[in-house]
């Protein structure tokens, strides 16, 4: 298993660009997550889904936009981008249920920085 | 809020010691905790976890503490290696229903010396 991948591993935007973060797991989890991550501090949660169809907001969700037609895809799209948006992205999966189905895995990341 | 915190930003320690990372959290109702291990240009690893109806669960080398009473979780690791050097981060999930979010903490950033 591949784990989780993420692309592009690196991208520069101009101010109102926009942008798709690609994220794709092949571990069969229900459960996949978006996260940002500025420097020196832990991961805020953008956006997650509990399965097919369905998403839901996370903690800091403004300026983002998420799908999830598949069980193994959830791309993060940025309809503008701004400054405060560069950050480092880091997409992760989990199977949901109670116990070791808790656990998140990560992907490599995508850095982004927004000139 | 619900808050994740570390005592710690930094610790430097030299191989072959023993290391001990500490972190706080401020939601009581939190029923589950979980270790990261981060290397530059990477994303989070996952070390240990930890429920709240245990107060202690090794792995190799790793032992993560969980103190209810106080708030406090603490990761050690034994025999500390070069190539433990990273950024640790613990996690904790559950309550407020919160479903399966993880909260975050700023991190600590551990040197292993040679």
């Known amino acids: 298993n591949a784990g989780v991948t993420q692309t592009p591993k690196f991208r520069i935007l101009k101010i109102g660009q926009s942008m798709t973060l690609q994220c794709t797991q092949d571990?069969?989890?229900?459960?996949m997550y978006w996260y940002r991550q500025d420097p020196g501090m832990g991961l805020k949660l953008i956006y997650y889904?509990?399965?097919?169809?369905?998403?839901d907001k996370g903690e800091v969700p403004n300026g983002y936009n998420v799908s999830r037609s598949t069980t193994e895809d959830f791309p993060l799209r940025l309809e503008l981008a701004a400054p405060s948006q560069t950050s480092v992205y880091f997409c992760a999966s989990s199977f949901g249920t109670s116990g070791a189905g808790e656990t998140q895995y990560f992907g490599p990341g995508t850095r982004l920085l927004v000139l | 809020g619900e808050s994740v915190g570390l005592h710690l930003p930094t610790l430097s320690v030299q191989e072959g010691d023993n290391s001990i990372i500490n972190c706080a959290y401020s939601?009581?109702?939190?029923?589950?905790f979980i270790w990261y291990k981060q290397e530059s240009g990477k994303g989070p690893q996952f070390i240990i976890d930890i429920r709240s109806n245990m107060d202690k669960r090794q792995g190799q080398r790793v032992t993560v503490l969980l103190n209810k009473t106080v708030k406090h979780l603490s990761l050690q690791i034994a025999a500390t290696q070069p190539g433990d050097s990273a950024v640790y981060f613990c996690a904790s999930m559950g309550g407020g229903g919160s479903n399966y979010k993880l909260t975050f903490g700023k991190g600590t950033l551990l040197t292993v010396n040679p």
């Open positions: 889904s509990v399965g097919a169809g369905i998403t």
């Open positions: 571990m069969n989890h229900n459960y």
């Open positions: 939601n009581s109702a939190s029923d589950y």
